[in-house]
């Protein structure tokens, strides 16, 4: 099984004021006890969680510092996929195909949806409804 993971389930994890902190604490003692599941995210995601934790925390570095042991420390628990040139132009590709003026997409959500594609992944693991029906989404 894989598992594509987006930036809102990694802030969620380090946020405790987010709404969704302990549902994401849940699912990653469920993935953790399932060490076969492939779990992996794009640099994308690690870009966008690290911003968002900057502007929400106002650069605070004991919280920035939650975020660095995650994507680099003792809290990693997951592949980080370093996208080629090329398929950023895919990635374009999928945001085009599914962006529309009802579900707005970012490029890091297109991303996703490319590596959920492109590694034949059974989920990606998000918050973010606009996933649904397009992909499996675990939340």
Known sequence: ???VIDSNFFFALKAKNDKNHL????????IKKNNKKLKITPYLVLN??????VSKY????HYLDKFYKLFWGEDKFFQIIQLIPSEYEEVFHILKKYCTYKRLLSFV??????LYENKNADYILSFDSH???ITNRLF
Do not use: G, V
């Open 1 to 3: 099984m894989t598992l």
């Open 23 to 30: 549902r994401s604490l849940e699912i990653l003692n469920d």
């Open 48 to 53: 966008e969680t690290i911003t968002l934790a």
């Open 58 to 61: 106002k650069a605070n570095l």
């Open 109 to 114: 959500d297109a991303s996703l949806i490319y």
């Open 131 to 133: 996933f649904d029906h």
